[in-house]
């Protein structure tokens, strides 16, 4: 089973993952919040990430799904996961994301599920009174 670990600032990332799981089902292993505070220092909030991967290892992979590009999460976990391999980092996190990884990370395969994660994120963002009036 692929590994989910969501990375934000503040608890975002808790609240997301609390939704996706009320959508689709508890995540029982295999996910892990990790939200990014003023109050850790930088090396507290990289010994996290480094402990949050070392216990969930597996030949699977991990998918990071970060709040945002360029933010302290995804500056964070872009040089501890250099090397290893089967790890993508995603950002721009909504729900439909985490819905979709939950619910395909035990049958879809790595490349695939990083696809359906970033195709479901993207379908999801739209203006949706114009799309209603033209219906």
Request: with cysteine; charged share 20%; aromatic share 6%.
């Amino acid at each position: 089973m692929i590994n989910i670990i969501v990375m934000t600032h503040g608890e975002f990332g808790a609240y997301l993952i609390e939704a996706a799981e009320h959508i689709v089902g508890a995540q029982k292993k295999g996910v892990k919040n990790i939200s990014i505070s003023s109050r850790l220092s930088l090396e507290e909030m990289c010994l996290s990430v480094s402990h949050s991967i070392e216990e969930m290892k597996s030949g699977d992979g991990f998918i990071f799904l970060i709040d945002m590009p360029g933010g302290t999460p995804m500056n964070i976990v872009l040089p501890i996961i250099k090397d290893i391999p089967k790890t993508a980092v995603i950002c721009g996190l909504n729900i439909n994301m985490l819905t979709s990884a939950f619910s395909y990370r035990k049958t879809l395969s790595f490349n695939k599920l990083v696809d359906k994660i970033m195709d479901d994120g993207k379908k999801s963002i739209c203006e949706v009174k114009n799309l209603l009036i033209k219906a």
